[in-house]
């Protein structure tokens, strides 16, 4: 399974981006996706995730009622639109794919992952 995401730049804070995450290869019927983040100095963070017929979305905290993911399976791809942009937003962010299981907010339970987009929100 490959990923490619895009969709990063540059942005004001109080403005809005929308990444999207293509998927390719060998994926399952019940794959989960999610997005993730990885802010300079920090850890590596889960950001929002959706199981694969959209049914069921899961948001971190410091992202809930900004940000929303939603995916269209017909092309394989997950958008993460984010809205209300705030400078603490600034990092990679990357998607990754779960072949079957539940979702989750856990890193390792994530077989592929893309290479990331960087998204930088200015004060």
């Known amino acids: 399974v490959q990923l490619q995401a895009s969709g990063g730049g540059l942005v004001q804070a109080g403005g809005s981006l929308r990444l999207s995450c293509a998927a390719s290869?060998?994926?399952?019927?019940?794959?989960?996706m999610g997005w993730f983040r990885r802010a300079p100095g920090k850890e590596r963070e889960f950001v929002a995730g959706?199981?694969?017929?959209?049914?069921?979305?899961y948001y971190a905290d410091s992202v809930k009622g900004r940000f929303a993911i939603s995916r269209e399976n017909a092309l394989s791809v997950v958008y993460l639109q984010m809205n209300s942009l705030k400078p603490e937003d600034t990092a990679v962010y990357f998607c990754?794919?779960?072949?079957?299981?539940?979702?989750?907010?856990?890193?390792?339970?994530?077989?592929?992952w893309g290479r990331g987009t960087l998204v930088t929100v200015s004060s």
């Open positions: 990754a794919f779960r072949l079957a299981g539940v979702l989750t907010d856990q890193p390792q339970n994530y077989n592929y």
């Open positions: 290869g060998r994926t399952s019927s019940s794959y989960v």
């Open positions: 959706i199981t694969r017929r959209g049914s069921n979305t």
